[in-house]
Structures are given as C-alpha cells and as structure tokens.
C-alpha cells in the first residue's frame, strides 16, 4: 500500500484549504483511512478517520464542526477539507490506512509521507 498526501501550504487563520492522499496498492474494502498532525515538539495526534466501505466518520474534538474528511472510492482518494483555519492548525499532516472492523483502531499499518500546513495569525 502507497500513500501519497498533497495539498499543504500557507493560509490565513480563517481560511480553509484541502489535503488530498492518494492511494494504491489494493482493493481498500473494510479499510480504515485516517489523517494525523504532529506539530513541532509535540506528538503526532489523531485528526479524522473514514471507513472506506460504509463512509462513517470520527473526528478529533479540536476539528469538529471545522474538519471534514472523505473519500473518492473510484479514484483511490482520501480528503480532508479544513475550514475556519487557527494558528494552533500548523502541523505536518499524514494519512494513514489500515484494514480494521472497527473506526478507531488503535494503530495503523501504513503510512503516508506528511504535507505541511502552516496557519499564519
């Protein structure tokens, strides 16, 4: 499995911008999909996840109601749209994937290489 995150840059607090990862290798039929952050000197922590297959969604509790992330079952994407953007929002971003019955498993086996989101004040 290959993972692949675009979509990072520079945005005003308040603004919004759109991460993409790409993936491949395999069917993703009862995967998990998820995007992670870690800022600087700090851990890298759960943002959101969706399940590939039925489409629900769980969100960090620092993201809900701003976050929304989902996916493109014909073109092996997953998004995660960023609105209303905080300084506190700076971070390198990653998505992950793992097979899993479960939305929230407690780790992943793949990963992508991160993109940087850097929210000015």
């Known amino acids: 499995v290959q993972l692949q995150a675009s979509g990072g840059g520079l945005v005003q607090a308040g603004g919004s911008l759109r991460l993409s990862c790409a993936a491949s290798?395999?069917?993703?039929?009862?995967?998990?999909m998820a995007w992670f952050r870690q800022a600087p000197g700090e851990e890298r922590e759960f943002v959101a996840a969706?399940?590939?297959?039925?489409?629900?969604?769980s969100y960090a509790d620092s993201v809900k109601g701003r976050f929304a992330i989902s996916r493109d079952k014909p073109n092996n994407k997953v998004y995660l749209q960023m609105n209303s953007l905080k300084p506190e929002d700076t971070a390198i971003y990653f998505c992950?994937?793992?097979?899993?019955?479960?939305?929230?498993?407690?780790?992943?086996?793949?990963w992508g290489q991160g993109t940087l989101v850097t929210v000015s004040s």
């Open positions: 290798g395999r069917p993703f039929a009862n995967y998990v």
């Open positions: 992950a994937a793992t097979w899993s019955r479960v939305l929230l498993p407690a780790s992943y086996d793949y």
């Open positions: 969706v399940a590939w297959s039925g489409g629900r969604t």
